[in-house]
C-alpha cells in the first residue's frame, strides 16, 4: 500500500545499504557515544577501528546506526578545509547512553524498544533514516512475506512515491531486509556468505523483543511480525511513545484518539505491533495514576487525552520511569549540550564551498536539540 506521506517521513538520500550488512549490536551504541562526545571526528580517522574495538567496515555500521537512532547528528566540519562530516552527540544520546545516564549499557529492555522507536519515528524536523524498516513496520500487509516479497514491497513504495533520481539500487534493499531479518529475528538462518551473520545470530539486541518470527528454511522461507501484548515493554516507554506521536499533530493540551495510536503509519501501533485494544490496556494502568493523562470516550471512540503538552509530557513519564535522569547533579538542558555542540542546531563555523548550502538544507531535517 503506497502513502503519499511517505516523502514526509523518511530521508532516502544516503539512507540505504549503509549498515554494511552489520546488525547493531551490543555495545556499540555505547561506544559511539563515548568516542563522539571527545572527537567529532572518531568515524573518519584512521585508527578508529583500534578506538572502536570493531574492523573497519563495522565502524562505518557504527556511524550509520548512530545517526539513524537519532544519537548522533552530523553537520560541516568547523575547519572549512575538510570535506567529512563531523558528528556531535545529541542531547538524547546524553540521558540514554551517558555513564551517568538512563542506560548506558542497555540493560532494560524497554531502553531497547525506546531505541525502536527513535528509529522508525520522524517529527519535529527529524526524518527515519531507514527507509527500507519504515516501509515494512507501517506499509507491509500484516500477513507473511519471504524475504524477495519484502523486497518487492519496499521497491514498490520507494518507487511510488519518490523521483527516480532517489530510488536505490535493488542490492541495496535486498541488503536492508537481510540486515531487518538479522536485527529483530529469533530464528534466523545463518548465511555463512553474509559478513558477520554468525555473530549476528548472537549480538544483535533487539532480537529481545520479540518482533519477528520465521516459518519454513531456504528461499521459500516466511517471515511474520508478531503482534500482540508486550510484555517487556514498559508502559512508561509506549505512553512516550503515544505522546511523542501526538505532538507531531498538537503541541498544545489536548487528545488523540487510540486508533489513530494504533493504526496510523509511523504510530506506536504500527511500530510496536500492537493492535489497539492491546495498547490500550498496556497503558490503562499508567494513565490510571497519572495526574496529566487520562483515557476518554465520546461518540464511541477513545482517546487519550493530555492536560499538558504533549512532547515535553512524553519526557516527564519517560523521565520519571529511569529514576529522573535530568534532576542529577550536572545533567545539562537541551540548550547547554546544544551550546557545547552548536552543530546541533547548524551554528558550527560553516565552510566557504559550493556544496554548503546542500549540507544546511540536510540539517534543517534533523530534529534540534535532541
Known amino acids: 500500500m503506497s502513502d503519499s506521506r511517505l516523502p514526509e517521513a523518511v530521508e532516502t538520500s544516503g539512507s540505504f545499504g549503509r549498515h554494511e550488512t552489520f546488525a547493531p549490536r551490543f555495545g556499540w551504541l555505547h561506544k559511539a557515544y563515548m568516542q563522539v562526545k571527545h572527537d567529532s571526528e572518531i568515524f573518519h580517522r584512521e585508527d578508529a577501528p583500534v578506538l572502536l574495538g570493531v574492523g573497519k567496515n563495522m565502524v562505518n555500521s557504527m556511524r550509520y546506526w548512530s545517526k539513524a537512532f537519532k544519537l548522533t547528528q552530523e553537520h560541516a566540519h568547523e575547519d572549512s578545509s575538510k570535506n567529512a562530516r563531523a558528528a556531535s552527540p545529541t542531547w538524547r544520546a546524553r540521558w540514554l547512553l551517558d555513564e551517568e545516564g538512563a542506560d548506558p549499557y542497555l540493560e532494560d529492555t524497554g531502553s531497547l524498544w525506546l531505541l525502536h522507536w527513535w528509529l522508525l519515528s520522524s517529527g519535529s524536523g527529524a526524518k527515519c533514516w531507514v527507509p527500507s524498516w519504515y516501509v515494512i513496520f507501517n506499509l507491509a500487509a500484516r500477513s507473511r512475506l519471504t524475504s524477495a516479497e519484502m523486497t518487492n514491497v519496499i521497491t514498490r513504495n520507494i518507487h511510488e512515491n519518490f523521483d527516480e533520481k532517489y530510488w536505490p539500487a535493488g542490492e541495496s534493499i535486498s541488503r536492508d531486509v537481510e540486515c531487518m531479518i538479522k536485527m529483530y529475528a529469533l530464528d534466523q538462518e545463518f548465511n555463512p556468505l553474509s559478513p558477520g551473520s554468525f555473530e549476528d545470530l548472537l549480538m544483535s539486541p533487539f532480537r529481545e523483543l520479540g518482533l519477528l518470527e520465521g516459518q519454513g528454511k531456504g528461499r521459500d522461507r516466511t517471515w511474520r511480525f508478531t503482534s500482540g501484548s508486550r510484555s517487556n515493554l514498559p508502559a512508561p516507554v509506549l505512553a512516550y511513545a503515544c505522546l511523542d506521536y501526538a505532538s507531531r499533530s498538537s503541541v498544545n493540551a489536548g487528545s488523540i484518539s487510540l486508533a489513530r495510536l494504533a ?108
Open 263 to 370: 493504526g496510523d503509519p509511523g504510530s506506536p501501533g504500527r511500530t510496536f505491533r500492537m493492535r489497539e485494544p492491546e495498547l490500550t490496556k498496556a497503558i490503562e494502568s499508567l494513565v490510571s495514576d497519572h495526574p496529566d493523562l487520562q483515557i476518554v470516550e465520546a461518540l464511541g471512540q477513545r482517546s487519550l487525552a493530555f492536560s499538558k503538552a504533549p512532547l515535553p509530557l512524553a519526557w516527564d513519564v519517560l523521565d520519571a520511569h529511569y529514576g529522573h535522569v535530568r534532576d542529577r547533579e550536572g545533567f545539562p538542558t537541551p540548550q547547554e549540550w546544544t551550546k557545547k555542540y552548536p552543530g546541533l542546531d547548524g551554528n558550527a563555523p560553516k565552510p566557504a564551498r559550493k556544496k554548503q548550502p546542500q549540507q544546511i538544507e540536510v540539517l534543517d531535517l534533523i530534529e534540534e536539540n535532541s
